[in-house]
């Protein structure tokens, strides 16, 4: 493998690979070559954590927003961390960063935003203050998730478990 982040010929020639696969309006079935493309750029970039490189790809017009949303999720399931890694790239994003690419692909990606429903609470109503394109977004989080601590049944009935 790489060095994490080598910014080599193919490493970009692996991620305009990946950008330019089409994904399907409605992102309910998507397409084998996606999770190929993924893979191939996870092996070509080094490193599990591809989330600066593809909000780079935004930036520079290879991808929409919504798009490496999509290319995250399926990444968090394609290293071999589980998305760990990037977790903690889209969780500083949502600390700390005011460009609306890496806040749209940190709000976006499947995991609630930040370890605790505490530090979300603070840190999601902060952005949707600075940022009204995101209240939406904010908001649903911050109504699906629940209290740090609060236990829901289990699918049994019997046994609560955290969620």
Not at 5 to 14: C, F, K, M, P, T
Not at 80 to 100: A, E, I, Y
Not at 114 to 128: D, G, H, Q, S
Request: glycine share 6%; aromatic share 4%; net charge negative.
């Amino acid at each position: 493998m790489r060095a994490a982040g080598a910014d080599s010929a193919e490493v970009r020639a692996a991620l305009r690979r990946l950008c330019a696969v089409p994904l399907p309006p409605d992102a309910a079935e998507l397409p084998d070559e996606l999770f190929d493309a993924v893979d191939d750029f996870i092996a070509a970039h080094g490193a599990d954590d591809i989330a600066e490189p593809v909000a780079r790809a935004v930036h520079a017009g290879w991808a929409t927003a919504g798009q490496g949303a999509v290319f995250l999720n399926v990444a968090a399931w394609s290293g071999t961390d589980n998305g760990t890694s990037m977790k903690l790239t889209l969780d500083d994003w949502v600390r700390h960063s005011d460009d609306p690419v890496r806040l749209h692909l940190a709000l976006h990606h499947e995991a609630y935003p930040l370890p605790t429903a505490a530090e979300m609470r603070v840190a999601l109503t902060a952005i949707a203050e600075r940022h009204p394109r995101f209240r939406d977004v904010c908001r649903r989080h911050l109504e699906e998730r629940r209290p740090d601590g609060q236990q829901v049944a289990s699918a049994g009935g019997s046994t609560p478990v955290d969620r």
